[in-house]
């Protein structure tokens, strides 16, 4: 959605909640803040919307906006996703920090793994493992770097390999550390993302790495989508960004999850 010219008029609420679930559908999160703005009104009247939509069992409020109510919604292509980059960014940045000299690596799909990617230092020495194409070709940029491109069916959205092929290499995989992404983070239900075989593919990761450091900006606190990959006691690591309210923080932590913000 675009944001509304001065002058024009706001939607009636009718076409606010159709915007909203347009919105929904397309992206699989909305932000309450973006759409009061990209909407012409106040906070407090998309609050009421959001309200009005969970009473109808259309989507379920979260932190900071809305998800579908049942976790399942059209997934958008990593290279499509490009909010908060700059944050992103600085994920993966603080991410690196924790990458071992020499050793094997493992990265999991996503658009901030794909930043991570970028940044990778070219070091002889490491080895990487992903089955996320985009990553792959990022990573066959830095010559000292040994690539490993693991296999299987591509997923469109992710451009991540997933299923039996994938499943038997990351079963045998060990290594040192992983980065691995998700689509949503929840007290709750832990981590969750909207594939079934993707998630199997991030659950094996997660039992492959030594040492698990999630990559994930504030806007997936919160989310919970169809399919669980993992628990938070999973995670040795979460790389988040400053957005992240404090009172979140604090439950994290109180959780046992340690929390390092970039």
């Not at 699989?28 to 009247?45: C, F, I, K, S």
């Not at 976790?71 to 700059?86: L, Q």
């Not at 920090?97 to 990265?107: D, I, K």
């Not at 999630?214 to 989310?223: E, F, I, N, P, V």
């Amino acid at each position: 959605m675009a944001s509304r010219a001065e002058g024009v008029r706001a939607p009636f609420s009718a076409e606010r909640r159709q915007l909203i679930l347009d919105e929904l559908r397309g992206s699989g999160r909305v932000g309450a803040a973006e759409l009061a703005q990209r909407l012409g009104v106040t906070g407090e009247t998309v609050r009421r919307d959001l309200v009005a939509l969970e009473r109808e069992g259309r989507l379920a409020r979260v932190h900071g906006g809305a998800v579908p109510a049942d976790g399942t919604a059209a997934e958008p292509a990593v290279s499509a996703r490009v909010s908060h980059e700059a944050e992103k960014r600085r994920i993966a940045r603080a991410a690196l920090r924790h990458l071992p000299a020499t050793g094997s690596v493992l990265v999991d799909a996503g658009s901030t793994t794909a930043h991570l990617a970028e940044q990778f230092p070219d070091r002889a020495g490491l080895v990487v493992f992903t089955n996320a194409l985009p990553i792959a070709a990022l990573l066959l940029e830095k010559p000292q770097l040994e690539v490993h491109l693991i296999g299987g069916r591509l997923r469109a959205p992710t451009s991540a390999a997933v299923g039996p092929w994938a499943g038997r290499v990351l079963r045998d995989l060990h290594v040192d550390v992983l980065f691995a992404g998700t689509n949503g983070v929840s007290l709750a239900r832990g981590l969750t993302t909207p594939d079934p075989e993707e998630a199997e593919a991030k659950a094996l990761m997660l039992a492959a790495a030594r040492h698990r450091i999630l990559l994930a900006d504030h806007t997936k606190l919160g989310a919970e989508r169809l399919c669980r990959h993992g628990s938070l006691d999973d995670v040795d690591l979460f790389v988040t960004d400053a957005g992240m309210p404090e009172d979140d923080l604090r439950a994290l932590r109180d959780a046992g999850v340690e929390v390092e913000v970039a």
